[in-house]
């Protein structure tokens, strides 16, 4: 068993950063890849970014540019950090790791308004 813990989120203006962090504990030595999704209400989650233990990243395209992704193997952790924030970036964002079965994290809300 993986537990994750989110930290991070909260109400940031158009234009703004963010950084959300997740820590995995548990059977966490056998960790893979690591990444961040999102779901806005009435939408499906979606990928934001993931990290493979080799440092390998993919983003969804409109995430390039704005958002970066980063992990420290030694402390389990997995980190995003987001610039240039939208609205329509709003949602609830989710931490998932796998060994290689799936772990969710329970979510923190991202709000980008004015």
């Known amino acids: 068993q993986v537990q994750i813990v989110e930290s991070g989120g909260g109400l940031v203006q158009p234009g703004g950063s963010l950084r959300l962090s997740c820590a995995a504990s548990?059977?966490?030595?056998?960790?893979?890849?690591m990444g961040w999704y999102r779901q806005a209400p009435g939408n499906l989650r979606e990928l934001v970014a993931t990290?493979?233990?080799?440092?390998?990243?993919t983003y969804a395209n409109s995430m390039k540019g704005r958002f970066t992704i980063s992990r420290d193997n030694a402390k389990n952790t997995v980190t995003l950090q987001m610039n240039s924030l939208k609205p329509e970036d709003t949602a609830v964002y989710y931490c998932r790791v796998s060994t290689p079965a799936n772990y969710w994290g329970q979510g923190t809300q991202v709000t980008v308004s004015s």
């Open positions: 990290i493979s233990d080799s440092g390998h990243t």
């Open positions: 548990g059977s966490a030595s056998r960790i893979t890849a």
